[in-house]
């Protein structure tokens, strides 16, 4: 792991007890949403619990975020419409990046963010997810391109590159949607608070594998990034996930249940 920043190691502020491991994902969560609640690191929307968390310091990890050699270079983003990465897409807007968000459940494709289009005063707007649709484009996912970079919220993570969102998988699901319509692999990066990484969390298998880490005070870049799931795990779906994704029972008949 490569760390920038004032420090070459990073630890939690807020560890837990027994060096900040937990045993469960859930336990992650809890710990991470009843911290930022009682510190007063959380941001609007409240309560941070049940959701991907806002957080003092959004906008700092963003600019942060967009110094990262590989973000800088990419053209194309995904970003998903977690209540901290607004000022992600304005950020990437700004440094002329087009950025596509996916629609609830991918039941609408994506929306796609061209800053050719956008005048620069409306970036800000755009990015909102009040203002996004008065700027975007619709973009069914069988027609979306190769991403350079994606950009995922979550609630706890740590140091290795585990990490956990709120627990319906739908960001797991999206990226493993992709690599099964073809798409290469692409670095995942994530914007959280300090107390959000803590020192070990449980990771699955079909994980979103992250490459760095973004808080307002540190830039974490894993090394050597776990691999990239090649396409769906179809043993891990239920009929209720099939329902509520309607794209994976499209796919389903093609790449068979296994």
């Not at 990437?92 to 494709?109: D, E, F, N, S, W």
């Not at 620069?120 to 700027?135: I, N, Q, V, Y």
């Amino acid at each position: 792991m490569t760390s920038q920043g004032d420090a070459t190691r990073f630890v939690s502020p807020f560890p837990l007890e027994n060096d900040g491991r937990v045993r469960t994902k859930q336990a992650a969560r809890q710990h991470v949403w009843d911290h930022l609640e009682a510190e007063g690191f959380a941001a609007f929307p409240f309560p941070p619990h049940g959701r991907i968390p806002n957080f003092v310091g959004a906008s700092i990890a963003a600019d942060r975020l967009l110094d990262i050699p590989q973000i800088a270079a990419a053209k194309r983003i995904k970003v998903n419409p977690d209540a901290p990465q607004p000022p992600v897409k304005s950020r990437a807007l700004q440094h002329g990046k087009t950025i596509y968000v996916p629609t609830p459940r991918l039941r609408g494709g994506f929306k796609r963010l061209d800053p050719d289009v956008i005048p620069p005063e409306a970036f800000r707007k755009a990015a909102s997810l009040s203002g996004m649709d008065e700027w975007a484009d619709d973009i069914p996912v069988h027609d979306l391109p190769a991403m350079d970079a994606i950009v995922c919220g979550s609630v706890a993570v740590d140091a290795l590159g585990h990490r956990c969102g709120k627990g319906e998988g739908y960001s797991d699901i999206e990226y493993a949607i992709l690599r099964e319509l073809g798409h290469p692999p692409a670095p995942v990066y994530t914007t959280v608070h300090d107390a959000q990484v803590l020192a070990s969390i449980p990771r699955d298998d079909n994980d979103l594998p992250l490459a760095g880490i973004v808080t307002p005070t540190r830039t974490l870049l894993i090394d050597d990034p776990l691999p990239a799931p090649r396409g769906i795990n179809w043993s891990r779906l239920t009929e209720e996930d099939l329902d509520e994704m309607p794209l994976l029972k499209d796919l389903l008949p093609t790449k068979g249940s296994s």
